[in-house]
């Protein structure tokens, strides 16, 4: 879940490769096509329109906004008819083709934000049932169609299900779901990086790993999508070896948990980025390893994003915002005071703006003014009976 440009524009400038997630870099190419309005971000949307789109929607949920009907608007207008969504399409008037090319990342994605912003059902469904219509044979699901399954976009698919009230382990091929395929992607105990998740088996079939990917994998694991919250501590901290969903959940968290041990963040692996932080994976990080109830390890990297990640965020723009507040959400921290920075505000300046959803707040006011009636009657209840029994102590006294 780094802000992430497509297969695509990862093949444009000729990084894209096996043991590489097929979304897990930021080539930030030339500008081609300006942001349309309704549009987070001003940034050209051709490989990542819908992917951070949907990032902010969900981000906007989290902190109780209603997202303005004009960037919903947009995200449903980029529906295929099959249900699919693209990385972005400049002339969604027109009749879906192949240029771009609908993906399952981009779909599952626009899935848990329309999910999450309510009212679309029929999208949710149409995109569900593309996806399901798409996915591979060990029950996973790849970038684009047709291609071999990988641990990130069948995580994020994952996510989408959950998120559309399907139960992942319910949706299979060849009597394989999902969580069949994780396991597969599990790196070996006895090997370097044991316990992490590789991206997909490299060109010798070895396993290798890939924090981006053990941090999609671990959530996928788990049956989460882009919104956590801390979980359960997990059973184990040593790796065994992953026959099932749960022990790749745990090994995965304790992969990630050493990995961010000595310095709160993760490397970059990208291609001449030796020694650099990855700030975004470090924050889709701190979610997995809340979700698997490993808040320690999640507030040390969560402090070491609220030190050093503003300026990231401000350059990369409405995605990084939206991945920082998920993160500040998983842990219960506060979005509104990063560092002395608003997530909140810098995110929502970028597009139009939402409102603050009262619904929920209405709902507990009705309760809570309900719960002080009853609470008034009790008192007078108990003081009328305390004045009975004095008036009657009284009378008694009285010769």
């Known amino acids: 879940m780094n802000v992430r440009r497509s297969a695509a524009a990862l093949a444009a400038v000729g990084v894209l490769a096996a043991a590489a997630p097929a979304t897990a870099a930021d080539p930030s190419p030339s500008p081609k096509t300006a942001a349309p309005a309704g549009l987070y971000g001003k940034e050209d949307p051709t490989y990542d329109g819908v992917w951070r789109q949907s990032l902010t929607l969900v981000a906007q949920r989290t ?64 995109a569900v049932g593309w996806l399901k219509s798409v996915q591979n044979k060990d029950g996973g699901w790849s970038y684009y169609p047709g291609d071999p399954s990988d641990t990130n976009s069948t995580s994020v698919v994952i996510g989408a299900l959950a998120a559309a009230g399907t139960d992942p382990a319910s949706v299979r091929v060849s009597g394989k779901s999902p969580y069949d395929a994780l396991p597969a992607w599990s790196v070996p105990c006895d090997q370097d990086g044991g316990g992490a998740l590789a991206f997909q088996p490299d060109k010798k079939g070895e396993l290798l790993p890939n924090a981006d990917a053990t941090a999609a994998g671990l959530l996928g694991a788990l049956g989460k999508g882009f919104v956590a919250r801390a979980g359960k501590a997990p059973a184990k901290d040593t790796c065994v070896e992953a026959a099932s969903r749960t022990q790749v959940a745990d090994n995965a968290g304790a992969y990630l948990a050493a990995a961010v041990a000595k310095s709160g963040h993760l490397d970059s692996t990208l291609p001449g980025a030796k020694d650099q932080p990855d700030f975004g994976n470090t924050a889709d990080a701190v979610v997995a390893l809340a979700a698997d109830g490993r808040v320690g390890p999640a507030r040390k990297a969560y402090a070491w994003l609220e030190k050093n990640a503003g300026p990231w965020a401000k350059q990369s723009g409405p995605a990084a915002y939206a991945q920082l507040i998920l993160a500040a959400h998983a842990l219960g921290e506060q979005p509104g005071d ?62």
């Not at 002339?91 to 879906?96: F, G, I, Q």
């Open 63 to 126: 902190l109780g906004y209603r997202p303005a009907s004009a960037a919903v608007d947009w995200l449903t207008g980029q529906q295929c008819a099959n249900g699919s969504f693209a990385a972005f399409r400049a002339a969604p008037e027109k009749p879906c083709d192949d240029k771009p090319k609908p993906d399952t990342n981009s779909t599952a994605a626009a899935v848990q934000a329309l999910a999450a912003a309510g009212g679309h059902g029929g999208a949710v469904e149409k």
């Open 338 to 399: 990063f560092n002395g920075t608003s997530l909140v505000g810098s995110l929502n300046a970028l597009g139009p703006a939402p409102r603050m959803d009262t619904s929920g707040r209405q709902q507990e006011e009705k309760e809570d003014s309900g719960n002080r009636g009853w609470w008034i009657f009790g008192v007078c209840l108990v003081a009328s009976i305390g004045v009975g029994f004095l008036i009657s102590g009284r009378k008694k006294q009285q010769p």
